[in-house]
């Protein structure tokens, strides 16, 4: 009895986590950049049950012997194994904002392993030590004419330095080159590289790292990919919100039927204790 009560406790858990997930994505679906989350619900290893009988004596050999008879296999529950992003593509949308860039991913390798494509970032000078990444790019120039994202982080040129601009007189070309006053060539804005971006540590405010803290490589020259940045326009989020919903009453739905279970296995625990108990 007490061994499907944890089991339909387990599914109660996974499904809450799966809930929670859910709304944090709905919540960020107008978020610019913001990639949804996805979760992967699995089950933990099937336990094999047996029964086991009276010790006695086989009339045969004259030695003592245990009857072990395999019942079958038991389900001890589920639990979420891992929540990755999904790095696919937002609408871009326009906004006419000489701050406002957006990434679009024109081609990038796939894994032959995984069969997952890579993704690009913007490149972020973080506030400790080596560099954060976003696709978030609502960018905007600070007292002092860096280029930062809303957070206040500075953002990073190809050769990893700050980019500071004289005023909001400038072009972003579709290959990252900034053009400023006179036709001349400020910076090119930073843009790096991820092939397994499932690998990246995701941080909070869309920001992303690497767990071993080493700096990703950048994209103009990494062979196979092509993509190009938009000025005055932002990549939204990739919250698919109707689907979403529904992923959320399916996951509603099914935390209410283990809780059902749950409460069936409450009801006959009372029942032993305190009717079947005072026999």
């Known amino acids: 009895m007490f061994r499907g009560f944890y089991t339909v406790a387990t599914g109660m858990i996974a499904q809450q986590r799966r809930t929670e997930l859910l709304s ?18 699995r089950s933990f290893p099937d336990m094999l049950m047996s029964r086991m009988t009276k010790s006695g ?23 979420m194994q891992e929540t990755l992003p999904d790095y696919s593509q937002g609408q871009i949308t326009a906004t006419d904002l000489t701050t406002d860039v957006a990434l679009v991913d024109n081609q990038l390798p796939t894994d032959a392993e995984t069969g997952a494509k ?40 190809d050769s990893g330095q700050r980019i500071q601009l004289q005023n909001d007189d400038y072009q972003i070309m579709d290959d990252g080159r900034i053009i400023g006053a006179g036709e001349q060539e400020v910076a090119r804005i930073g843009v790096s590289y991820a092939a397994q971006p499932d690998t990246l540590q995701k941080q909070d405010n869309g920001l992303y ?59 006959s625990m009372d029942k032993a204790v305190n009717e079947i108990g005072k026999v």
């Open 118 to 157: 890579g993704a690009i970032f913007f490149r972020l000078e973080h506030p400790t030590e080596g560099e954060t990444y976003t696709r978030n790019g609502n960018f905007t120039l600070d007292p002092q004419g860096y280029l930062t994202n809303v957070q206040g982080l500075y953002v990073l040129s």
């Open 57 to 79: 004596t086989n009339l045969e050999s004259g030695l003592n012997t245990t009857a072990n008879n395999q019942i079958g296999a038991l389900n001890a529950g589920v639990y």
């Open 209 to 267: 790292r690497t767990y071993n803290g080493e700096d990703l490589p950048s994209a103009y020259t990494v062979n196979g990919v092509s993509f190009n940045l938009k000025q005055g326009y932002i990549e939204r989020s990739n919250v698919d919100a109707s689907k979403t919903m529904t992923e959320m009453l399916t996951a509603y739905r099914a935390f209410e039927a283990n809780q059902k279970v749950l409460q069936a296995y409450d009801r």
């Open 24 to 41: 944090n994505n709905i919540t960020n679906a107008n978020t610019p950049g913001y990639k949804a989350d996805q979760s992967t619900i």
